[in-house]
């Protein structure tokens, strides 16, 4: 057989490479980012092994698996976003944490997860009290809400399905995630509106409820995976901008 010639061409630019971890659990987050980020975008997807219940010691356990994981990534791309995609366990692994294990396999990527990602959401709309929703038990939900005030948000009002199965999460129904959300709006101090609710957690879904939601309770309502998308999106835009701004 003849060996044939060809040439090499730089990956384009236009065309950004976006890795997404993805908890082995998960049935919900790969497909709702297809739908939210640009169709431009390259997806690249790598799982994590975790433990289908989900407590504090489950999702501690992830970070020493989190290097292991980016690694099967392929190592030849040029990330410019690599997403963890877990709240529950990027609260309790921490943020700079996560962001040191999977820079330290690709160094020059863009990091985030969903905790930092509605953070830098909720600033862009300068929504200080917030409505929060969890499917987590009772330890999980509370170190979410820390996390949020300690970072100066107020959690004005909350509550949780206090389900510890992820693949129960993933089966919420759309009605029961809508009813939820209205108790929450329920229990808000009289005087002290809403500046926005965060439904919690990669694996609800709630791709197609977000408009009708934001729409009965008046203010912005974020998911995990909304949030994902919006701040995948804003890192790529910025680090678009000071590619240029080097040139």
Not at 19 to 41: A, F, K, N
Not at 89 to 115: M, R, W, Y
Not at 183 to 209: E, H, M, V, W
Request: hydrophobic share 40%; glycine share 4%.
């Amino acid at each position: 057989m003849q060996t044939l010639p060809f040439t090499l061409s730089d990956d384009n630019p236009d065309h950004p490479a976006i890795g997404l971890v993805v908890l082995q659990s998960d049935e919900t987050m790969e497909h709702e980012l297809r739908h939210w980020l640009p169709d431009h975008y390259r997806l690249f997807h790598t799982r994590i092994t975790n433990s289908q219940t989900i407590d504090a010691n489950s999702l501690q356990a992830m970070e020493e698996q989190l290097p292991v994981s980016v690694s099967l990534l392929p190592k030849h791309t040029d990330f410019r976003v690599i997403a963890y995609g877990c709240t529950s366990a990027a609260t309790v692994i921490g943020e700079a944490a996560v962001s040191s294990a999977i820079q330290g396999v690709f160094a020059n990527s863009l990091v985030t997860n969903p905790v930092t990602a509605v953070k830098a959401k909720f600033d862009s709309i300068e929504a200080k009290n917030i409505g929060l929703l969890t499917p987590y038990e009772p330890q999980v939900s509370k170190a979410l809400r820390v996390n949020l005030e300690n970072s100066g948000f107020t959690i004005t009002s909350s509550g949780t399905f206090n389900e510890m199965q992820d693949h129960k999460v993933a089966r919420i129904s759309r009605q029961s995630i809508l009813d939820a959300m209205q108790q929450i709006a329920n229990l808000q101090p009289k005087g002290q509106p809403l500046d926005a609710l965060f439904a919690s957690c990669t694996s609800l879904r709630t791709y197609d409820l977000l408009e009708e939601a934001s729409d009965i309770m008046s203010c912005p309502v974020v998911s995990s995976n909304s949030a994902l998308a919006w701040h995948i999106e804003a890192l790529i835009n910025s680090r678009t901008a000071s590619d240029e701004l080097a040139v």
